[in-house]
């Protein structure tokens, strides 16, 4: 069973930038695809990017892009978020989710393992 921690969250003021890391417990990198997700209170838990095996396609949800950059080292397992300009409306609870698909997803039901998610508040 694939298990995925994350770290990296914190508080950080409007404008800053934080990284977040999600490591694999296994190999994992070239079977599963890993995507980031957000919660925030009391709002669904939105899927914010996602690297596609396939080709390398990257999705970011709209009020993420340009400031959010995911990437991956598959020797070390391990999938990044680069977070920058950040704002309030970014707060929440940050997680990262694998399935076994070469595709991308936004949708939070198709993954099958979830980290125990990273605080991430955004305040001045």
């Known amino acids: 069973q694939v298990q995925l921690v994350e770290s990296g969250g914190g508080l950080v003021q409007p404008g800053g930038s934080l990284k977040l890391s999600c490591a694999a417990s296994e190999p994992t990198l070239d079977y599963y695809t890993v995507g980031w997700f957000r919660q925030a209170p009391g709002k669904e838990r939105e899927g914010l990017s996602c690297?596609?095996?396939?080709?390398?396609?990257?999705y970011y949800l709209d009020s993420v892009k340009g400031r959010f950059t995911a990437s991956k080292n598959n020797a070390q397992d391990t999938v990044y978020l680069q977070m920058n300009g950040l704002k309030p409306e970014d707060t929440g609870v940050y997680y990262c989710?694998?399935?076994?698909?070469?595709?991308?997803?936004?949708?939070?039901?198709?993954?099958?393992?979830w980290g125990q998610g990273t605080q991430v508040t955004v305040s001045s």
């Open positions: 690297i596609s095996l396939n080709d390398g396609t990257m």
């Open positions: 989710a694998a399935f076994p698909s070469r595709y991308c997803s936004e949708h939070a039901g198709n993954y099958d393992y």
